[in-house]
């Protein structure tokens, strides 16, 4: 068990450093949103893997916070790119 904790753990490091390479690199505004949100996804997946392993609830009520937390960023972005870009309705 603990090895495969550990490895879903190092995959979750490399995405997670792909994913700030992503958004230090200039790149256009969505790009960096799709970064961050994939960030947020990574970050949710290692609470869940820490909470399966730990056997510990309050990492899934962590994890259930940020994925909400995510998901709004998420729309507040992809709003905000729209109304920069004059294409709000």
Known sequence: MKLVVTICLVMLVIAG???????????TLGDRAVAFDMLTSVLTCALLVSAGYLQDGLLL??????GLLGFIASVTIARFIEARNGTQS
Not at 17 to 27: D, H, N, T, Y
Not at 61 to 66: E, F, H, N, R, Y
């Open 17 to 27: 450093a792909l994913g700030v390479a992503r958004i230090v690199r200039r790149s």
């Open 61 to 66: 009520d962590l994890a259930i916070v940020l």
